[in-house]
């Protein structure tokens, strides 16, 4: 009745777990070759006796099917066994395809009969077109066998699919009488079943320590010496994690992280010590048949109740308030370790003896008895849970959990509890099941995802015990240190999923053949249409892309900086050839980890064609500017270094890629060219073949002084300058009479025209001081003479003064005028005549 996991099962589950890790990609698997080609009838009756033994063993395995109708255990094994025999049906169809195309090319170069009228052919040929047509009809005939077959075992694998579901929802809606259960011969039942189980107990120990006594005590001293380093290792190796020596304050990273894995890692160690005890108990024939299932069962039970003891610790601390992951009083958080492990406690032992009653041959009653008061004493401890009130307000009054808490665990215990009253004893047991078991796997996991956001957050690995330390021991920065966390919290979240998705498909009445058949089909590939997918061969082509890159990467260095920088090759074509390496061996890369995952590169005549068309579409810029990468590349106009003009960019070209070039003008501004650009335009290269190039200086000189005097003072200036070249000469031109000074242009060549800057700048303050010691003028420009304008009167403030004083100056002005006429009157002389 009990769906809880057998010891067995989780080591079969395990061991599963690590043969996925190693499967071989499906892209790199090689199946074994056809039969090569033979004789016709040895082909046929080759593969016939092949579909005979596969017949045979589906005969069986279908009568299997109908025994074991009640054992899940039984019909996944069943399952297994028959999607092995399917890929092998399917085979000996195979088998003959290449017979198949030799016939049929052989047919099409022997022609039709021919007709009716027509002349007979050879004999011979009748004949072996008669013996070829009768060996493919018989070859067609034992290929419909292979495909019948196939189907049927497709149609046995459906069938032991629908008898599990009925099997499992029988189980979860049969309807017990709890009257047999609670009758007087229920004690009688319980009596007989402990004394058996003591006695079974009792006759083994006495035969193990009177024949088995040298084996039982090696078994025992190497499950011991495991205990020991497991203990003393895991603390020393694990004991930050388990137990960290945190402040008053930790912080939320630091409660999460010891919250999971002082859950996770004392549980996995006490596993694997139960896993080597019982292994070496087996390994040296101690165990018996029965006393190794009642050994493995209490084992699953001690890890169950172990487990929920460490999280519900953990996560609550009562002991440890500062490192309490959920805020909830002291008191109300030993309550709830208590309440939690006890349901553990009831979940454990109620399904050690439902795998004891099983083994004794118990009647059903003592099993629906003990069903019945395990569901009901969960359900009201799920009561007594919610009816808690772990949190006090600051008025100092008790607060119980929030309502859809607290509701929650009111519905499953009374839930548990009614089905166990109404006789649903299966539906009861499951339900208290996966409260326990499948609550705790959950609450785990969650706290897991939570500490591995909390990790890939920024600094969030840097503020770890790992990134503290990686930070003192090393030079990291905090920038990789933020990319390390993000790489462990992917880690993380998929380790989790890989853990912890089993346990619960398996709690929900799955088995580990479910999940090994699963991850089968994930490592070898799922079918849809004419496409096979295979994860583990795409991880294996990633992985084969990423060590490919590295190497990549590393040849690289060590090629430019041992090799070519030893043979002193020039900046630039160390560049070219270093570029050049970078890309075939990326793109060798590329391919080897597209074969490594299993994808025919033919497939990629698609792809080629998608792309042409987006080329059209609007990908010429940049393919154009690809295309124009290689080719710089290949012919080198310019290289790393070089002082190059490219339209109104000047500068210094710092990086040279497929797509664009880096330059770097004499502002420190990083200019990014396409490389098309650098192609179909102009570009002056000032270093293409060396840096040997002629520099300019024009100098002004006034009319009235001595020209030659001048020319001759600048022809010693240049000459007179360390890095100016003796040869080519230095020539000093008069080139023209300006507008305002006879003009002279001193030509120098340099054998660094980089340092052109630097020697006009002498040369120019070694004119001025020349110029002034001998007298010679330099004339500057005329500039235009601005008059300056009168300042404008400010605009009156009080109008009918002003009105005023001009009327008065207006009356002065006429009264000073008639007096002026007045006096011309008086002095004039009298007419004589």
């Not at 292994?279 to 039970?301: C, H, K, P, Q, S």
């Not at 074969?595 to 590169?601: E, K, P, R």
């Not at 070209?653 to 501004?669: D, G, L, P, Y």
């Not at 008065?808 to 007096?819: D, F, M």
């Amino acid at each position: 009745m009990s769906r809880f996991p057998t010891f067995p099962s989780l080591l079969r589950l395990l061991v599963f777990l690590l043969a996925l890790a190693c499967v071989v990609p499906a892209g790199a698997q090689t199946t074994a070759d056809p039969a090569p080609v033979q004789a016709p009838a040895g082909i046929v009756a080759a593969q016939q006796k092949v579909l005979l033994d596969l017949t045979a063993k589906v005969d069986r395995l279908e009568k299997q099917i109908g025994q074991n109708k009640e054992d899940d255990d039984k019909l996944v094994d069943i399952r297994l066994q028959l999607e092995e025999l399917a890929p092998q049906a399917l085979q000996s169809a195979l088998a003959f395809r290449p017979r198949i195309a030799e016939i049929n090319k052989r047919l099409e170069q022997l022609g039709p009969p021919p007709a009716e009228g027509q002349p007979a052919e050879p004999d011979i040929v009748t004949n072996e077109r008669q013996a070829l047509a009768a060996e493919k009809a018989e070859i067609n005939a034992v290929i419909a066998s292979a495909q019948t077959l196939s189907v049927r075992i497709s149609n046995l694998i459906n069938t032991v699919a629908t008898t599990r579901s009925d099997l499992f929802r029988n189980l979860l809606t049969r309807r017990y009488a709890l009257t047999d259960a609670f009758s007087s011969k229920v004690l009688s039942d319980a009596h007989a079943g402990v004394t058996s189980f003591y006695n079974s107990i009792s006759s083994w120990l006495g035969f193990a320590l009177k024949y088995k006594a040298q084996p039982m005590l090696v078994a025992t001293m190497m499950a011991l010496i495991a205990a020991f380093v497991l203990m003393f290792g895991g603390r020393r190796v694990f004991g930050r994690l388990i137990d960290p020596n945190g402040g008053e304050s930790p912080s939320y990273l630091s409660r999460l992280s010891r919250t999971f894995w002082s859950t996770l890692l004392p549980t996995v160690a006490l596993g694997v010590f139960f896993a080597a005890t019982y292994f070496f108990y087996d390994y040296y024939g101690v165990l018996r048949g029965d006393i190794g299932t009642f050994l493995a069962a209490a084992m699953t039970v001690i890890g169950l109740v172990f487990c929920v003891n460490r999280l519900t610790n953990a996560a609550l601390s009562p002991a440890r308030p500062a490192w309490r992951l959920i805020p909830v009083e002291p008191e109300a958080a030993r309550w709830l370790v208590r309440l939690t492990t006890a349901m553990a406690l009831v979940i454990g032992v109620s399904s050690f003896l439902a795998i004891v009653n099983n083994q004794m041959g118990s009647p059903l009653s003592l099993t629906v008895a003990r069903s019945f008061l395990a569901a009901v004493i969960v359900g009201v401890l799920l009561i007594l849970m919610g009816l808690l009130k772990p949190f006090r307000t600051k008025e100092g009054e008790w607060r119980r959990w929030p309502v859809w808490l607290r509701y929650s665990a009111y519905g499953l215990g009374a839930f548990t509890i009614g089905a166990a009253l109404l006789g649903y004893i299966g539906l009861a047991t499951f339900v208290s099941l996966q409260v326990v078991v499948t609550g705790t796997i959950l609450v785990t996991a969650y706290i897991g995802l939570l500490s591995a956001r909390a990790i890939g957050a920024e600094g969030g690995f840097g503020n770890s015990f790992v990134g503290r330390w990686l930070a003192e021991n090393s030079s990291l920065e905090d920038n990789t240190l933020d990319q390390l966390g993000l790489v462990a919290s992917i880690a993380l979240n998929v380790l989790i999923v890989l853990v912890f998705l089993p346990l619960i498909l398996m709690m929900w009445g799955f088995q580990p053949g479910d999940i090994q058949s699963w991850g089968y089909r994930l490592a070898t590939g799922l079918t849809i249409g004419s496409v096979t997918i295979s994860f583990t061969g795409i991880l294996s082509g990633i992985v084969v892309f990423i060590v490919g890159y590295f190497l990549t990467r590393w040849f690289q260095g060590w090629l430019d900086g041992s090799v070519m920088a030893r043979g002193k090759v020039d900046t630039g074509v160390r560049n070219s050839i270093r570029l050049a390496v970078g890309y075939a061996g990326v793109a060798l890369a590329g391919l080897v980890g597209v074969s490594a995952a299993g994808i025919d590169l033919s497939n990629l005549a698609l792809v080629a064609g998608a792309l042409s068309l987006g080329i059209g579409f609007g990908l010429q810029n940049v393919v154009s500017n690809f295309v124009s990468g290689l080719i710089l590349l290949a012919e080198r106009p310019f290289k790393v270094g070089d002082w190059i003009v490219a339209g109104d960019v000047s500068g210094t070209v710092k990086k040279i890629s497929v797509r664009a070039t880096e330059i770097e003008t004499f502002q420190r501004q990083s200019v990014i060219l396409p490389n098309s650009n650098l192609i179909n335009n102009a570009v002056g290269n000032w270093t293409h073949r060396n840096k040997l190039g002629r520099m300019e200086i024009k100098v002004g000189v006034a009319y009235d002084s001595d020209a030659h005097k001048a020319h001759a003072v600048l022809s010693e200036i240049a000459r007179g300058h360390p890095m100016v070249l003796k040869n080519p000469e230095p020539f000093v031109q008069f080139t023209n009479f300006g507008p305002a000074a006879l003009e002279f242009e001193m030509r120098v060549f340099l054998a660094d025209i980089t340092n052109s800057g630097t020697v006009q700048n002498d040369i120019r303050f070694a004119i001025l001081d020349a110029f002034d010691r001998e007298g010679i003028a330099i004339p500057s420009t005329v500039r235009a003479v601005m008059e300056k304008k009168p300042a404008l009167e400010p605009w009156p403030t009080d109008d009918d003064r002003i009105e005023v004083e001009a009327a008065e100056q207006e009356e002065a002005k006429a009264e000073a005028a008639r007096q002026q006429a007045k006096s011309r009157r008086k002095g004039r002389k009298p007419d004589p005549n």
